[in-house]
């Protein structure tokens, strides 16, 4: 007997991993993104006889601006779909950040949770992932999250960039600020989305164009 869409949906479900194999260089934290995402899942729809769509909308509540994520799995074999939609709010700030830089950010991580709400991934930060500086934490309680002192040492221009960066996204979460850092670098430097990213690679020169257009 043909499995229908939710049937396809389990199998899918059960033989998909995506281990969080980004590390993020400054903040001591790993993670996964969309693209991974997106690369492990993508041969188990189409051996499962499944299309996978993704659409994006912006949505304004109040005076909030949010990017809403859709993510539809289509059976082509029984005409039938299941979709998952997720938001993600655009930050009031956007200071270091043009407004393209800010949405497509915020696009990347709608979808990321739209993807692991529809095949059950699990995005919870495991004890493992924490950053020990005491800002990755998971309180006991609900509590404000602290704002990390800059180090008394002296900082080499790449740790400029990331903590005037990071003041400049104090609202984003620490998954959303590594997409936005991201696009920041790419777009600055002119680095094609197809080239490998690596902040060990760039130049002092390079490093203080970031910091420019932090500042911009």
Not at 117 to 125: H, L, Q, R, V
Request: net charge neutral; with cysteine.
């Amino acid at each position: 007997m043909a499995k229908n869409i939710y049937g396809k949906l389990a199998d899918i479900q059960s033989e998909l991993f995506v281990p969080k194999g980004k590390k993020n260089e400054f903040g001591g934290f790993v993670y996964r993104s969309c693209e991974d995402i997106l690369k492990q899942v993508k041969p188990l729809v189409a051996k499962n006889g499944c299309a996978l769509f993704i659409n994006n909308r912006t949505v304004a509540i109040g005076d909030r601006t949010y990017v809403e994520a859709e993510v539809t799995l289509y059976d082509t074999e029984a005409n039938g779909h299941i979709t998952v939609t997720a938001q993600a709010r655009e930050p009031l700030s956007k200071k270091g950040m043009d407004e393209m830089q800010v949405t497509g950010a915020t696009s990347s991580y709608a979808r990321k949770y739209a993807l692991a709400g529809m095949f059950c991934i699990d995005n919870e930060k495991d004890a493992d992932d924490m950053d020990n500086s005491g800002e990755g934490q998971r309180p006991s309680k609900p509590a404000a999250k602290p704002v990390a002192a800059k180090p008394t040492a002296k900082l080499t221009t790449a740790q400029q960039a990331w903590y005037s960066f990071k003041e400049k996204t104090a609202n984003m979460s620490d998954e959303a600020r590594v997409e936005a850092w991201g696009i920041l670098i790419r777009e600055t430097l002119a680095i094609p989305a197809e080239q490998k990213l690596s902040t060990k690679t760039l130049t002092e020169d390079q490093w203080k164009k970031i910091i420019a257009a932090i500042a911009a």
